[in-house]
């Protein structure tokens, strides 16, 4: 019995130290990527881009680009980089119609899961609507690929049109 608890307590700090001192889980081989994305020339604001990997080898990753469309490509935290690799991208950029205002949102969310129309039966129900063609949001339909040389990149461009 103390060999098994000897192997356990064993067991336990190998994994504790391998683990770290609850830091942020790291990736191995993240290089820093960073871009910009456009719609018809212009920034795009507030898109996700979302990076889909060729390879089982390589980790999904993302951004959301700022108010000049700048963005910088991350995997499990901000600015801790992507694999290098070839991955498919989608963006998604939406906003809210009807979205309800503070004093909606507390009393539907004090209705307790009823649903829009039993707590606000003459209100239109709030809906997310896309802001930019909704194919750039499916892998299969974007046409849009990224590949990310090793070393990292100057800058990336992801160019969008309004066209369909």
Do not use: W
Request: net charge negative; charged share 25%.
């Amino acid at each position: 019995m103390k060999k098994l608890l000897s192997f356990a307590l064993v067991a336990c700090a190998a994994l504790f130290v391998s683990t770290g001192c609850g830091g942020a889980p790291q990736l191995e081989g993240l290089e820093k990527y960073s871009g910009v994305i456009t719609l018809d020339g212009e920034p795009l604001a507030d898109a996700s881009i979302n990076l889909i990997p060729s390879t089982m080898e390589l980790k999904a990753s993302g951004a959301v680009s700022d108010e000049k469309g700048r963005f910088v490509l991350q995997t499990l935290q901000a600015g801790d980089g992507v694999m290098p690799g070839d991955y498919r991208v989608t963006v998604i950029k939406t906003h809210m119609e009807d979205a309800y205002t503070p004093e909606e949102q507390k009393i539907f969310d004090e209705a307790g899961g009823k649903r829009h129309a039993d707590v606000f039966p003459d209100r239109p129900e709030p809906t997310s609507v896309s802001d930019i063609p909704e194919y750039y949001g499916v892998a299969d339909m974007s046409g849009l690929t990224l590949s990310l040389p090793e070393g990292g990149s100057k800058e990336l461009k992801i160019e969008l049109s309004s066209e369909e």
